[in-house]
């Protein structure tokens, strides 16, 4: 009974047609007739919600389901749509209510739809996520009601979910760029030269008259009582790795994400890039230390673990530690690789405190220090001036816009 009383409401109409009988019975004290057709309006009402409640609580007649997909793309356009099933003999009109993740922003999502009798019907709306991270939807909550529109019945689906959200994934083959070998190949053939020499183990075998004595596995061949000798095939696969600053710096946000979420998206492209190229690839991320190594690996399982690494990553307000990261890359990293430093300076000042610390990494490895272009600055100075405090604004921007292009030198 109680669940009763909690699913059940009244609508406007029921109101609309209560208050007109009032009046009618109020006028009835001048004019007799009224008064009658007040009482028989009354009557009505009082019938039609009787008769409205009795069918519209005659079992469960409504049902319905959410898709959602469990993973969602942040920065992209996701589709989610509600499936609404209506077993009624008779069309209903319903409003459902959507719970759905505070992350989003959207603190009521209505929809109004009509469902014909034993039929199904579909809405489709999509979710716009600008943080990485779990989000919880909720149940949806439906409020129907017949064609007589005196009562309304709530329903509430059991349609509570959990979903992740990570860094941008739909457009992933959109960036697979042609690599330059496989543009070659296609206009003929190119001799490179090739600067440097490095191995990779392959696998251990017999010694044989003219090995390499200084490649002899003295462990294998204390277990096989004869000599055996480690066997290195030139190392085709190249390591690049993806150095994340999560510092303050890169919170500044932009149409809706923060810098640290391009860097997110840049770095997973540019690592499918990578794999499909069959070099290896590896992740990398810092604050005031750094917090976690993805060692490079050229398997295609390697993408889903630097999208779980990445999908969660949040930033930190502390000055990054460019020092530590120096003395990691050094420490885990011991062949010579391609380093892409995602970060971000406002200042040269900020830049030549760290830049002894690039050096330092530049000089065993190859570094590309990526930052980014303020595009509201690149505005100011672009737009026209109305106001005497414009030419202000406008002097400090080209200041700053000039200072990064100094950086760009440095």
């Known amino acids: 009974m109680k669940q009763f009383w909690n699913n059940i ?40 919600t009787v008769v409205d409640t009795f069918f519209l609580f005659r079992g469960t007649k409504v049902s319905g389901s959410r898709k959602v997909n469990p993973i969602l793309s942040n920065g992209d356009i996701n589709e989610c749509s509600l499936s609404i099933i209506n077993t009624y003999s008779f069309p209903i009109h319903s409003h459902i209510y959507e719970e ?40 949806t909550i439906l409020m ?75 462990k294998a061949s204390a277990k096989k009582n004869q000599l055996m000798v480690n066997q290195y095939i030139d190392e085709r696969a190249q390591q ?4 994340i600053d999560s510092g303050r710096a890169m919170e500044m946000p932009f149409e809706g994400l923060s810098l640290l979420d391009y860097a997110i998206n840049s770095s997973l492209a540019i690592s499918q890039v990578i794999i499909k190229n069959h070099d290896k690839a590896g992740v990398l991320y810092f604050n005031k230390k750094v917090e976690k190594i993805l060692p490079a690996d050229k398997a295609t399982s390697q993408m889903p673990r ?22 990691q890359v050094k420490f885990k990293i011991n062949h010579r690789s391609l380093l892409l430093l995602y970060t971000n300076f406002e200042d040269m000042n900020a830049m030549k405190r760290q830049l002894p610390y690039l050096k330092g990494l530049a000089k065993n490895n190859v570094l590309v220090v990526i930052f980014f272009q303020n ?36």
């Open 100 to 139: 759905l993740p505070y992350q989003l922003g959207l603190r009521e999502l209505l929809f109004a739809v009509k469902v014909k009798p034993n039929s199904k019907e579909k809405i489709a709306y999509d979710l716009e996520p600008k943080e990485r991270g779990e989000y919880d939807f909720g149940n």
């Open 375 to 410: 595009s509201e600055i690149e505005e100011v100075i672009h737009s026209p001036n109305e106001h005497q405090m414009d030419y202000y604004y406008k002097s400090v921007s080209e200041k700053l816009s000039y200072q990064k292009k100094q950086m760009v030198k440095e």
């Open 144 to 218: 129907v009601r017949s064609p007589l529109s005196l009562v309304v019945r709530r329903y509430e689906l059991q349609t509570a979910t959990q979903v992740a959200v990570y860094p941008s994934y739909i457009h992933l083959n959109k960036y697979n760029l042609k690599n330059f070998k496989y543009f070659t190949s296609q206009v003929g053939n190119k001799k490179t030269r090739k600067i440097g020499h490095s191995t990779e183990f392959e696998q251990i075998k017999d010694y044989v008259k003219g090995d390499d004595i200084r490649y002899i596995n003295w």
């Open 240 to 243: 690049v790795f993806c150095l």
């Open 306 to 327: 630097i999208l779980n690494v990445l999908y969660n990553l949040k930033t930190d307000f502390y000055e990054s530690n460019f020092e530590k990261l120096y003395a």
């Open 9 to 48: 409401f009244l609508h406007r109409t029921f109101f609309i047609v209560l208050i007109s009988a009032g009046f009618l019975l109020a006028f009835g004290h001048f004019y007799p007739l009224y008064y009658t057709v007040g009482l028989l309006l009354l009557g009505l009402v009082a019938l039609g």
